[in-house]
Every structure is written in structure tokens, then in C-alpha cells.
């Protein structure tokens, strides 16, 4: 995603796994053979030169150290999605411009979870929805100095809004992928109904988007409602 935006030159690959990493390394240099890419043996060399980092771990522990950022660094911090997980150095949240894609999710599970409970952010020193940024509401990068993170735990409602625009552009086209796509949000529904326990507001705006705005045929959700009428019939919640 990044080389469709950005005319990569070199890419410094760590993970604390060597054989994987080297097998990543391996795999992207065939894909992208215009770009170097480079195996480091930490992870301090993989970002202290680096233009963009991105952080996709299961870490515990910060694994990038506000010292080895510099200047007009960007961040991209995929792996936090859950209390407890970490991969930054709070100490970079006291000299970056954060931008997140969830406020409440991201300082409940995502990387910014650590900064707020350290004091070192407050909850309006976030600068902005990543949507605020897109849509020109708000500014993204200001000057060629400024650390830029983005803090993204993943929402429902991205996938589901991407899913049904594609629906959408193609609706009519396929009748047997239309087919396979009902059966595919058949299967998810157990797993929308736990995640509507969990983050009722997420859930419902995800639902309200594809229900109220047509983007996926009427035919589905019958086909939904049948669903669930016989999941009920036959004792499901």
C-alpha cells in the first residue's frame, strides 16, 4: 500500500523471527524488484533512517524508541489493537502529531492506550480522525519536521463499508458471487453479534451504513433476515 503512494527507494525489514523475516524479505524482493529491500538484525536499524515506519507485532513492550525517530518521520501503528499490547515509545507521543482512526478505541486498546496512561497525552491533544483528514476537515502534515503517527486498531465498520461499495460496483454482474457473499455475512453473523456486545455503537453505525444507504441489495438482506429467523426458531440469540 505504501509503494502505491510513496516512490520507495529502500525498505529495512525486522521481525523477531529470523527465518520469516528473511523469508519477507525474500518474498517482497521478487515482488517489488525495483525497490531494495533490506533485512536488519534490529530494529533500531530498521527505523533510524527510515522516512515511513510501519509496525504490524504482536509486541508487549515498545519495540521503536523515541530516540531513534527523527525529524519528519511518519508512523503507521497497526499492531496494538488490544489492552495491553505495545509497540512505540510513549515518549514519541509527547513530540508527534497523532491521528488515529477511532478516539475512543484507540486510547482504550490501540498504541495511544500507553501515552494517556503515562500522562503524556491527553485526550484532546489527539489532532484528528484519520476521516477528519480525508474529508479536509482537518489538517494532516504541516511542515517537513513534524512526527506524524497514525493509530489504527481496525474498525467493522471499515471493512464492512468497503465490502459493500465493492458489492455495490458489481451488483448484478455475478449473480453466483452475489450468492457467495450472502453466505459469507451469514457466517459472520455470530461474530457482528459479539462485536455488537462489545462495541454496540460500532456495530450499529456499521449496520446502519450498509442497511439505510442501499449499498447492498434488498435481496441480502432478506436472505439475512431468513437467517436469522431460523437461527431464533432453532434456539440462537
Not at 100 to 119: A, F, W, Y
Not at 121 to 131: F, N, R, S, Y
Not at 202 to 222: K, N, Q
Request: glycine letters at 6%.
Amino acid at each position: 500500500a505504501t509503494a502505491a503512494f510513496f516512490p520507495l527507494e529502500t525498505v529495512y525489514v525486522y521481525g523477531n523471527d529470523v527465518q520469516q523475516k528473511e523469508q519477507f524479505t525474500t518474498d517482497l524482493q521478487a515482488e517489488y524488484p525495483g525497490i531494495r529491500f533490506i533485512s536488519c538484525s534490529n530494529a533500531k536499524d530498521a527505523v533510524m533512517y527510515a522516512d515511513i515506519v510501519s509496525t504490524a507485532t504482536p509486541s508487549r513492550e515498545a519495540i521503536v524508541m523515541a530516540n531513534w525517530i527523527r525529524p519528519g518521520t511518519h508512523i503507521n501503528a497497526f499492531g496494538c489493537d488490544m489492552v495491553g499490547k505495545q509497540e512505540l515509545d510513549p515518549e514519541l507521543f509527547r513530540r508527534a502529531k497523532v491521528v488515529v482512526d477511532s478516539p475512543d478505541e484507540c486510547m482504550r486498546r490501540g498504541e495511544t492506550q500507553h501515552s494517556i496512561r503515562l500522562g503524556l497525552l491527553k485526550p484532546e491533544d489527539v489532532h484528528a480522525e484519520i476521516g477528519e483528514i480525508a474529508l479536509g476537515q482537518k489538517a494532516g502534515r504541516e511542515n517537513d519536521d513534524e512526527i506524524t503517527i497514525f493509530d489504527s486498531v481496525g474498525l467493522s465498520i471499515q471493512d464492512i463499508t468497503i465490502a459493500a461499495a465493492l458489492q455495490k460496483s458489481t451488483a448484478g454482474k455475478n449473480r453466483h458471487r452475489d450468492a457467495v457473499l450472502l453466505r459469507r455475512i451469514m457466517q459472520l453473523q455470530d461474530y457482528f453479534a459479539a462485536e455488537r456486545k462489545r462495541f454496540p455503537a460500532t456495530a450499529d453505525i456499521a449496520y446502519f451504513m450498509t442497511a439505510s444507504t442501499g449499498l447492498i441489495p434488498d435481496y441480502v438482506h432478506e436472505g439475512i433476515s431468513a437467517y436469522q429467523e431460523a437461527r431464533y426458531r432453532r434456539g440462537g440469540d
